[in-house]
C-alpha cells in the first residue's frame, strides 16, 4: 500500500542553521500538508499546498517557514533559522483527488535544535 | 473558531476490557469532517475513521466502533475487547469545511494504555 515517506527521520541542528525536512506525498495525492507536535502536546497544523501554491497557512507559519514542491515528487519544508522553540516532530501529510477530506500522514521527522 | 477537547488525558485497562475514548467539538460551520487517529509509540499518525457531519449513523469495524451525537458534539471512539496492541495515544480532530485545502484540528490526544 502506497505511503508517505519523510527523511530524515531525526534532525540534529544547531540554533540559526536552516533545515529543510522532505517529504514524498502518495502519488496522484493532490494536496499536501504539514503539520508538527511539539513533544507530548497535539497536533498543529502549518500549512497546507494544492497546484503549486500554498492554500491555507496557521499563524504558527511564519515567515521563517517556507514550502515548495521542487519536483513532482517532493514537498519540502524549510525553516530559516531555527530556533529551540521550533523541536518538534514534523509530519507531512497528503490527500488524494478521490477523497480531498482525508489525509494520510507519514511517519514524521523528529527536528531537535540545539 | 473550531476545538476539539479530549478530557481524558490517559486510560488503562487491562486487555479484554472494553473502553471508550470521549471526543466532544466545536464548531460554527454546519459542514465538517471529524476523525479519528492512532499514533503508536512508534510515532506515525494511522488514519482510523472519518465521519461528515450529515452522516450521524454509527459504525463498527471490527473491534472498532464510532458513536456520532450531532446534537451534543460527541464523537466517541470504542474499543471493544481490547488488545496490548491498542496501547497508543488516540487523536480525534476536525476540519471545518472540507474539500482538501484545510488543515485539521486536533485533540489533545487520549494516551490509551491497555495492560496485560
Known amino acids: 500500500e502506497p505511503e508517505v515517506t519523510q527523511t530524515p527521520s531525526h534532525q540534529v541542528t544547531q540554533m540559526g542553521q536552516e533545515v529543510i525536512l522532505r517529504c514524498v506525498p502518495i502519488?496522484?495525492?493532490?494536496?499536501f500538508y504539514w503539520y508538527r507536535q511539539i513533544l507530548g502536546q497535539k497536533v498543529e497544523f502549518l500549512v497546507s499546498?494544492?497546484?503549486?501554491?500554498?492554500?491555507?497557512k496557521s499563524e504558527i507559519f511564519d515567515d521563517q517557514f517556507s514550502v515548495e514542491r521542487p519536483d513532482g515528487s517532493n514537498f519540502t519544508l524549510k525553516i530559516r533559522s531555527t530556533k529551540l522553540e521550533d523541536s518538534a516532530m514534523y509530519f507531512c501529510?497528503?490527500?488524494?483527488?478521490?477523497?480531498?477530506?482525508?489525509?494520510?500522514f507519514g511517519p514524521g521527522t523528529r527536528l531537535t535544535v540545539l | 473558531a473550531q476545538k476539539v477537547t479530549q478530557a481524558q488525558t490517559e486510560i488503562s485497562v487491562v486487555e479484554k476490557e472494553d473502553v471508550t475514548l470521549d471526543c466532544v467539538y466545536e464548531?460554527?460551520?454546519?459542514?465538517?469532517?471529524l476523525f479519528w487517529y492512532k499514533q503508536p509509540p512508534s510515532g506515525e499518525l494511522v488514519f482510523l475513521i472519518r465521519?461528515?457531519?450529515?452522516?450521524?449513523q454509527n459504525e463498527i469495524s471490527g473491534r472498532y466502533s464510532w458513536n456520532f451525537q450531532k446534537s451534543t458534539s460527541y464523537f466517541n471512539f470504542t474499543i471493544t475487547a481490547s488488545q496490548v496492541v491498542d496501547s497508543a495515544v488516540y487523536f480525534c480532530?476536525?476540519?471545518?469545511?472540507?474539500?482538501?485545502?484545510?488543515?485539521?484540528?486536533f485533540g489533545k490526544g487520549t494516551h490509551l494504555i491497555i495492560q496485560p
Open positions: 502519488s496522484n495525492h493532490l494536496y
Open positions: 480532530a476536525l476540519s471545518e469545511t472540507g474539500g482538501g485545502a484545510d488543515g485539521l484540528t
Open positions: 464548531t460554527r460551520d454546519t459542514t465538517y469532517y
Open positions: 501529510a497528503s490527500s488524494p483527488w478521490t477523497d480531498t477530506d482525508t489525509q494520510y
Open positions: 499546498f494544492y497546484n503549486n501554491e500554498i492554500s491555507e
Open positions: 465521519r461528515n457531519s450529515f452522516d450521524e
